[in-house]
T-cell receptor
Framework: GQQVMQIPQYQHVQEGEDFTTYCNSS?????IQWYKQRPGGHPVFLIQ?????EVKKQKRLTFQFGEAKKNSSLHITATQTTDVGTYFC???????????FGTGTRLQVTL | DAGVIQSPRHEVTEMGQEVTLRCKPI?????LFWYRQTMMRGLELLIY????????DSGMPEDRFSAKMPNASFSTLKIQPSEPRDSAVYFC??????????????FGPGTRLTVL
């Protein structure tokens, strides 16, 4: 079945450092979504990318969708303690409602 | 907008007991998803419904698990009998099915289940 892997599983950074998580799918995706889950919370939608090679920015967060629509990345510039949480990528294949979630990257930020 | 509502928020039960988790999706949403999250296995899709009809239940672990959606505003996930390995956080999520595969999912706060 379809698998979506993320690396790294865990990263610990000092506040102000940059952070990147990578997402790789075993199959071509129709789109990629990113979610953030704070400790003790639930996944919350951040953004969706649809086009091959698409890049979107949200303040300090930059999201990219690969040319082959099988990979994606999330880059955070100058991390803050509010960025702490687990970041999940998730993809649709075709027109189905089902999302396949990645394995997640847990980010810890310390002062 | 109340968001997705789940109950109970916490459930502690003993092995062998029946457990029922409840979910009320966002009004107007026509797709509903049940997930299980553990440290070992991450976020797993158990089952999902479109327009109250189960579409994919391939993630349901075994016959002890069952899910229903009797109407557009309510769904249940039942575990009978429960086992310690069922301990996890169970999330319900809902979305509006666009038909073009761009649905955004909205998650409930989850039910933390502990089976002793």
């Amino acid at each position: 079945g379809q698998q979506v892997m993320q690396i790294p599983q865990y990263q610990h950074v000092q506040e102000g450092e940059d952070f990147t998580t990578y997402c790789n799918s075993s199959t071509t995706l129709s789109n990629i979504q990113w979610y953030k889950q704070r400790p003790g919370g639930h996944p919350v939608f951040l953004i969706q990318l649809v086009k091959s090679g698409e890049v979107k920015k949200q303040k300090r967060l930059t999201f990219q969708f690969g040319e082959a629509k099988k990979n994606s990345s999330l880059h955070i510039t100058a991390t803050q303690t509010t960025d702490v949480g687990t970041y999940f990528c998730a993809g649709h294949t075709g027109t189905a409602s089902k999302l396949t979630f990645g394995t997640g990257t847990r980010l810890q930020v310390t002062l | 907008d109340a968001g997705v509502i789940q109950s109970p928020r916490h459930e502690v039960t003993e092995m062998g007991q029946e457990v029922t988790l409840r979910c009320k999706p966002i009004s107007g949403h026509n797709s509903l998803f049940w997930y299980r999250q553990t440290m070992m296995r991450g976020l797993e899709l158990l089952i999902y419904f479109n327009n109250n009809v189960p579409i994919d239940d391939s993630g349901m672990p075994e016959d002890r698990f069952s899910a229903k959606m009797p109407n557009a505003s309510f769904s249940t996930l039942k575990i009978q009998p429960s086992e310690p390995r069922d301990s996890a956080v169970y999330f319900c999520a809902s979305s509006f099915r666009t038909g073009v595969g761009t649905d955004t999912q909205y998650f409930g706060p989850g039910t933390r289940l502990t089976v002793l």
